[in-house]
């Protein structure tokens, strides 16, 4: 249901907006606030996504838990496509996503409403030791019934 509403609605507000911003101030100034607000929108959302790749980066390599920097880089970037489309309730809602302490208390309410059942970065738990034993099946090539291919030298393996 609320699919439907952010399909219907949304364009219905803008529109409303652009007529009633429209008739106060004329056409070209509210083009060019809207062409303003995507420029001013796309150069914040550069700068604070590289801050926020940063925070990623760090997570990763401290092997700590990216969930938050990931969210703040994912409503960045709906930041940066809401800052696009041209409309000013939807750039209002772009711009409030760029302020950090909006995007924490969005990211806690999520947070609320989501449950994490595992974490896991991709690095083994544990380093084997040196003198592991590697379970393989081979099968012993006589060498005089192999005939080597064009192009083969002698593998430093077998020389003793």
């Not at 544990?126 to 080597?148: K, N």
Request: glycine letters at 10%.
């Amino acid at each position: 249901m609320w699919l439907l509403f952010a399909f219907i609605g949304i364009p219905l507000i803008e529109i409303g907006l652009f007529i009633q911003v429209g008739g106060a101030i004329g056409l070209w100034p509210t083009l060019a606030i809207v062409i303003l607000t995507a420029l001013a929108g796309t150069a914040l959302v550069r700068s604070q996504g590289v801050a926020v790749l940063g925070q990623i980066q760090r997570s990763f390599n401290e092997m700590d838990d990216p969930t938050e920097p990931l969210a703040h880089g994912a409503m960045i970037l709906l930041s940066g496509a809401l800052l696009l489309t041209p409309g000013f309730f939807t750039d209002a809602v772009g711009f409030a996503l760029l302020v950090p302490a909006i995007r924490e208390r969005m990211f806690a309410y999520l947070r609320g409403r989501i449950t994490v059942t595992a974490f896991s970065t991709g690095a083994p738990r544990h380093h084997p030791s040196r003198d592991s034993v590697i379970d393989a099946e081979y099968t012993e090539l006589d060498p005089d019934r192999v005939e080597p291919r064009p192009g083969d030298r002698p593998s430093k393996w077998t020389q003793s």
